[in-house]
């Protein structure tokens, strides 16, 4: 994994944040509807859905808890470059 010290989101944190904007759409939730149940701002996941900020792995695991996906639904068809 090479470091990015230029301070574009990771390719791996934009289509992380793309699926969790379209699993949210699918559900019908609002950004606030997401944050409120898992304890965040809807800004915040605002900024995930833009993968601006990094998720952590205990707020991706209740993620995928509110939107009732395994983990890999983030991840499978991601391909790296």
Not at 25 to 38: C, N, P, R
Request: aromatic share 10%; net charge positive.
């Amino acid at each position: 994994m090479t470091e990015n010290n230029n301070k574009k989101p990771h390719p791996l944190d934009i289509h992380i944040g793309k699926k969790l904007r379209m699993r949210r759409a699918i559900l019908g939730m609002s950004q606030a509807d997401l944050g409120e149940a898992i304890g965040i701002s809807f800004q915040q996941v605002q900024k995930y859905e833009q993968g601006i900020n990094r998720i952590a792995v205990s707020r991706f695991w209740d993620l995928c808890k509110v939107m009732r996906v395994k983990t890999t639904y983030f991840f499978d068809d991601y391909e790296e470059s």
